[in-house]
């Protein structure tokens, strides 16, 4: 009998060490879960800037950004802060820590969000530059928006008949990167243009063996206070086919053109 009640409480003992190791995994498994969780937030910043206005007198700048969004919380702690004015330009930075990384986050969305930059006093400066990439100008915005700065800056040169002007009309037409162009015709008000697209594999010279291909288009530009925009495009020789479309277009730019030479 006294064997037994011995036995008895060695087992009971052995069921407490039992129980009081099942109870530290458990809460050994929970504290892994838990760091999991809080490892999956990332610091990240905005897929794409949508706007920037201001607020609050000027004092303030209110930047429309793109986050991340899913059926559970994908965003914490968006934030804006002025990161320095150096040579006209205000710097700012738009930060926030979300799950999207994480493929089982569910955060394969997105949304806009607000992020409120306090500057602490009226904004003066012609540029503001978000994230080191997108730059914004109240110079010939509608106030409270400002307006974004294109690939030719916050101010273009005004149209010209010079080569830097002819560039910045190629690059303002939807046309394929590292297209060249031809003058055919301009004033101060028209401009023509032949641009050409290599294609094919890239490969060197094509006194080397390599292929010659291109697509060749022919651009009409009227001048703007921007720059040069892009009204029409017809390849026909001299005036019949594009007066078809731009009758405006003087005749002393569109007589002599020849027919487009396709490539």
């Known amino acids: 009998m006294w064997q037994r009640g011995i036995r008895t409480v060695m087992l009971g003992a052995l069921m407490v060490i039992l129980a009081g190791c ?9 504290e892994a879960a838990g760091a999991a969780t809080s490892t999956a937030w990332t610091l990240a910043a905005p897929s794409r800037i949508a706007g920037v ?18 059926a559970h919380d994908c965003v914490r702690g968006l934030r804006g802060e002025l990161e320095t004015v150096a040579h006209g330009t205000v710097y700012v930075m738009v930060t926030f820590e ?18 409120t930059v306090k500057l602490g006093e009226p904004l003066r400066s012609p540029r ?8 914004y100008t109240p110079t010939g915005a509608t106030p409270p928006a400002l307006r974004q700065c294109g690939e030719n800056g916050c101010d273009p040169t005004p149209p010209r008949c010079t080569p830097s002007s002819y560039q910045q009309a190629v690059n303002d037409t939807d046309v394929p990167e590292h297209t060249g162009s ?7 008000t028209w401009l023509v243009l032949d641009l050409s697209t290599r294609m094919g594999p890239v490969c060197g010279d094509t006194g080397d063996g390599c292929p010659s291909s ?30 078809k479309v731009l009758p405006e277009l003087p005749v002393r730019l569109c007589a002599s053109l020849p027919r487009l030479d396709r490539g």
């Open 128 to 135: 503001v530059m978000v994230n080191n990439l997108d730059v």
């Open 214 to 243: 291109g697509v060749s288009q022919r651009w009409f530009y009227r001048a703007e206070t921007s720059g040069w925009r892009p009204v029409a495009t017809n390849g026909d020789a001299g005036c019949a086919g594009i007066h």
């Open 53 to 70: 206005r201001t607020a609050d007198g000027g004092r303030s700048l209110v930047v429309d950004a793109e986050v991340p969004d899913g």
């Open 22 to 30: 099942g109870s530290q995994t458990a809460g050994t498994t929970e």
């Open 98 to 115: 979300t799950r999207s990384l994480d493929r089982d986050s569910g955060c394969t969305g997105t949304r806009r969000a607000e992020a």
């Open 182 to 188: 031809e003058e055919r015709g301009c004033d101060d």
